[in-house]
C-alpha cells in the first residue's frame, strides 16, 4: 500500500522553432487519475536528423504512447496497481513502440528514427526511460539532468563532435538508460529536446518552479520560454513540457 499520493499539474508545448520548416519532434503528457491516487507520464520524441522523415517516426511513437495510455486507463484503476508493476508495464510498452517503429521503417522502406524520453510519476516515485539526447531534469534544490545523452565524441575534418549513439528504431532489440528516485512535494520534472535545453538557465523555470500556476498558465509561460531560446539563438525545434508536483 502506498504511504502518499501527489496530484500532478502539467503541460507541454512544441514549435518548429524560426528556422526549420517541418517540426520533428513530438511531445505528450498525460495525467490519470485513479481512485486512490493519479500518475503522470511524460515524453519527448524528436526525430533523427540526418535521417529520412524524422517527423514520420516522432509522430509514430507519440500515437502509439497515446493510444496504450488510453487504454491503459480505460481498463484498470492505475491507484490500485504497484508502482514497479505500472513502470514494467510502461517499459513493456516502450519495447513495443521500437517494435512498431521497426515494423513501419520495413514496410515503407524508410531509414527514420527518433529520440525518446519518458518519464513516469506514481505514488511517491519517479521513473525515466531514455533513448538518445533528449532529456528529463528534475528541479529540486537546483537542476538535475535525470537522464544520460547517448552521444559519443568524434573527431571530423579537425573538429570534434557529439554523434547520436542510440534511439529508437536503430536496432532490433531497443537499448534504454532507466533511472528511478523518490518524488517530493514542490518537485518540477521537465522533459524536453535538445533544441530547449541548449539554451536552457536554471533561473528560466524559477516562476514555474515557485508560483502556483494552472495548466493553461503553465503551457503559456512554456511558449514564453520557447520564445526566449528563440532569441538567444536556438535553431532547432524545441519542445518541452513539465509537471509539477503537489499535495
Given at each position: 500500500?502506498r504511504?502518499?499520493t501527489?496530484?500532478f499539474?502539467g503541460?507541454c508545448v512544441?514549435?518548429?522553432?524560426?528556422?526549420?520548416e517541418?517540426?520533428?519532434?513530438?511531445?505528450?503528457?498525460?495525467?490519470?487519475?485513479g481512485?486512490k491516487?493519479?500518475a503522470?507520464?511524460?515524453?519527448?520524441f524528436?526525430?533523427?536528423?540526418g535521417?529520412?522523415?524524422g517527423?514520420?517516426?516522432?509522430?509514430?511513437?507519440?500515437?502509439?504512447?497515446?493510444?496504450w495510455?488510453?487504454?491503459?486507463?480505460?481498463?484498470?484503476?492505475i491507484?490500485?496497481?504497484?508502482?514497479?508493476?505500472?513502470?514494467?508495464?510502461?517499459?513493456?510498452?516502450?519495447?513495443?513502440?521500437?517494435?512498431?517503429?521497426?515494423?513501419?521503417?520495413d514496410?515503407?522502406?524508410?531509414?527514420?528514427?527518433?529520440?525518446?524520453s519518458?518519464?513516469?510519476?506514481?505514488g511517491?516515485?519517479?521513473f525515466?526511460?531514455?533513448?538518445?539526447?533528449s532529456?528529463?531534469?528534475?528541479l529540486?534544490?537546483e537542476?538535475?539532468?535525470?537522464?544520460t545523452?547517448?552521444?559519443?565524441?568524434?573527431?571530423?575534418?579537425?573538429?570534434?563532435k557529439s554523434?547520436?549513439?542510440n534511439?529508437?528504431?536503430?536496432?532490433?532489440?531497443?537499448?534504454?538508460s532507466?533511472?528511478?528516485?523518490?518524488?517530493?512535494e514542490?518537485?518540477?520534472?521537465?522533459?524536453?529536446?535538445?533544441?530547449?535545453?541548449?539554451?536552457?538557465n536554471?533561473?528560466?523555470l524559477?516562476k514555474?518552479?515557485?508560483e502556483?500556476l494552472?495548466p493553461?498558465?503553465i503551457?503559456?509561460e512554456?511558449?514564453?520560454?520557447?520564445?526566449a531560446?528563440?532569441?538567444?539563438?536556438?535553431?532547432?525545434?524545441i519542445?518541452?513540457?513539465?509537471?509539477?508536483?503537489?499535495?
Amino acid at each position: 500500500m502506498r504511504k502518499k499520493t501527489f496530484k500532478f499539474t502539467g503541460a507541454c508545448v512544441s514549435d518548429r522553432g524560426a528556422v526549420r520548416e517541418i517540426n520533428q519532434d513530438s511531445i505528450l503528457l498525460k495525467v490519470i487519475k485513479g481512485r486512490k491516487g493519479s500518475a503522470a507520464i511524460g515524453a519527448i520524441f524528436d526525430g533523427v536528423g540526418g535521417l529520412e522523415r524524422g517527423e514520420l517516426a516522432s509522430g509514430l511513437l507519440n500515437a502509439e504512447l497515446s493510444a496504450w495510455i488510453n487504454d491503459l486507463e480505460a481498463r484498470m484503476d492505475i491507484s490500485e496497481t504497484e508502482d514497479e508493476i505500472l513502470y514494467a508495464h510502461l517499459k513493456d510498452e516502450a519495447e513495443a513502440l521500437n517494435d512498431a517503429l521497426r515494423e513501419f521503417m520495413d514496410e515503407y522502406r524508410i531509414n527514420t528514427g527518433s529520440t525518446m524520453s519518458l518519464v513516469l510519476l506514481v505514488g511517491e516515485k519517479f521513473f525515466t526511460l531514455n533513448a538518445g539526447d533528449s532529456r528529463v531534469y528534475l528541479l529540486r534544490d537546483e537542476l538535475l539532468a535525470i537522464t544520460t545523452d547517448d552521444t559519443i565524441i568524434r573527431e571530423r575534418d579537425g573538429y570534434y563532435k557529439s554523434l547520436l549513439s542510440n534511439y529508437m528504431g536503430r536496432y532490433d532489440e531497443p537499448i534504454f538508460s532507466e533511472t528511478y528516485g523518490k518524488a517530493e512535494e514542490g518537485d518540477l520534472f521537465l522533459f524536453c529536446s535538445d533544441g530547449f535545453y541548449h539554451m536552457l538557465n536554471a533561473s528560466d523555470l524559477t516562476k514555474l518552479k515557485n508560483e502556483r500556476l494552472k495548466p493553461e498558465e503553465i503551457e503559456k509561460e512554456l511558449s514564453v520560454l520557447i520564445k526566449a531560446m528563440i532569441e538567444r539563438g536556438e535553431r532547432d525545434n524545441i519542445s518541452v513540457g513539465v509537471i509539477k508536483v503537489g499535495s
